[in-house]
Structures are given as C-alpha cells and as structure tokens.
C-alpha cells in the first residue's frame, strides 16, 4: 500500500544537517574566494568557479568526493529513508545543490538506490578531468519566469511536471520536507490530503506561518534530524492506516506499516 506514498526532499538543510556547497567549499580551504566572489556571480555558477579553482590547485575529482564521504549524515535520518523505502514509498529528491555531491554523499551512505529520482543541477566531469556544476533552468535561453524562486531552478515546477506525469496522482499522498525559500513555491501546489514539513525558524518555516492561509496541505515541524525522521514515519504510518481504512485492511499493532486483511461477515 505504500505506493501511495510520495515523499519529496530538499537536500542540503534537510536530508542532510548542513550545506553541501558549504562544506566543501570550508574543507577544501577556498572560504576567503568564495566570499571575494560571492557578490559577483549566481551561486550556482560561484560553485563551478570553486570547481576552476580546485583543478587548478591540482585536486581531483577523488579529492572532492573523499571531502564529501566526510559530511556527516544523521543515523536516524539514514533509518528513516531505508525504512520509508522498505515499505515502498516513491523517494525523491528536489535540490538546488549538484548531481556530484549529492550522489556521492547518497552512495557513501548507501541510499542512492533509495530515490527514484533527483532533480537538481547538473555536474559532470569533463575531459581535462574537471568537474563541472551547470544550471538546472538556463535562466538566459529558457527562464522558469517564477518570481518566487532563483533563476537557476524553480521546484515548483519541478513538482507540477511530477505531478502531471502521475496518472494516479490524485490517489497519491505527497510529503514534502524542506527548509528554504526555494521550497516554498512548490510547498503552494500541495493539496489538503498531502502533508508540507518544514525545519523550523528556517526560512520555509517563516514563509508558511508568515500566512499560514495559503498552504493547503497539512503541517508538520522538525528541528533536527532526530525529529524529521520520527516526523516522516509517523506521516507515513498516518498515511497507510488511512489507505488501509478505506480498503478494508488494519495495521497490524507491532508492525508499524504492515498490513493485515479484515475478514468482513
């Protein structure tokens, strides 16, 4: 019955405690570049600018992964996704960080089978052995023209394209979990039957309870990764009872997601 589960990260902030540009950026010692250049460049473009600049200090792909498979992940975030997938929700992923480093962080942690799909921006290596970060939208050439979000990507209609490409959406619940203003915008196209989780005092958070009126979906906080990972499997647990109920099958009381069949006289 978990197919009727649907559940949608945001990365950095969220799926894992910190920010994956962040970290390699502090670790791998170009902090004082990164700030020159911060005000002069989009940031998705200042990242593939720190990616130059490793190259040509001499460090490999290798390096940066080796940095990568040192960002912590929470354990009982790592649970939480496992179980959520044994029980078989339809993962996914919507960020605005990169292919690369999300990748690599999932398959350290042995997640990456997990997630049916990431949406996020581009990166590949090139022939000189050069990782490269590109846009997801080509804000010059194709602009998303979505006033809410960056020029680089609108989530928003990430979401719609997922939605629409559902035949069975509207028999799907969706959960969303995230923290910035990025994922506000699709956070709007949620419906009353799906759930928005949102970290708390973060700029998603401040956004939904600055007009609470304006999202639909029910609302779930979490402070860190302790709490979003009991949020997301009481969600889910809420989720598959109600499906349960309505096509005659009961939880069975020691199994959490499992189901039994109600025999009816």
Known sequence: ??????????????????????????????????????????????????????????????????????????????????????????????????????????????????????????????????????????????PHG??????????GLVLKRIQAADSEFKERRLIYLGDGKGDYCPCLRLGMRDFVVPRKSFPLWNLIFSDQTLIKAVIHEWSNGEELAGVLLDIIDRILMDENTRTGLIASPDSGCKTTQVSYP
């Open 146 to 155: 979505c006033n809410l979000c960056p020029p680089n990507m609108c989530k």
């Open 1 to 142: 019955m978990a197919e009727v589960v649907v559940v949608v990260f945001d990365f950095d902030r969220t799926l894992i405690d910190g920010d994956s540009d962040n970290w390699v950026v502090t670790e791998m010692g170009l902090t004082h570049l990164f700030r020159e250049l911060r005000s002069t460049m989009p940031w998705t473009s200042l990242m593939n600018r720190m990616m130059v600049e490793l190259h040509s200090q001499g460090m490999s792909v290798e390096d940066i992964e080796d940095c990568l498979k040192r960002m912590p992940l929470h354990p009982r975030v790592i649970e939480s996704i496992r179980a959520a997938h044994r029980h078989g929700c339809d993962l996914r992923i919507i960020s605005d960080a990169n292919q690369f480093f999300i990748e690599t962080i999932l398959k350290h942690h042995g997640l990456l089978g997990c997630f049916s799909e990431i949406v996020t921006n581009p990166a590949f290596v090139n022939v000189e052995g050069r990782l490269n970060i590109v846009p997801f939208h080509d804000s010059a050439s194709s």
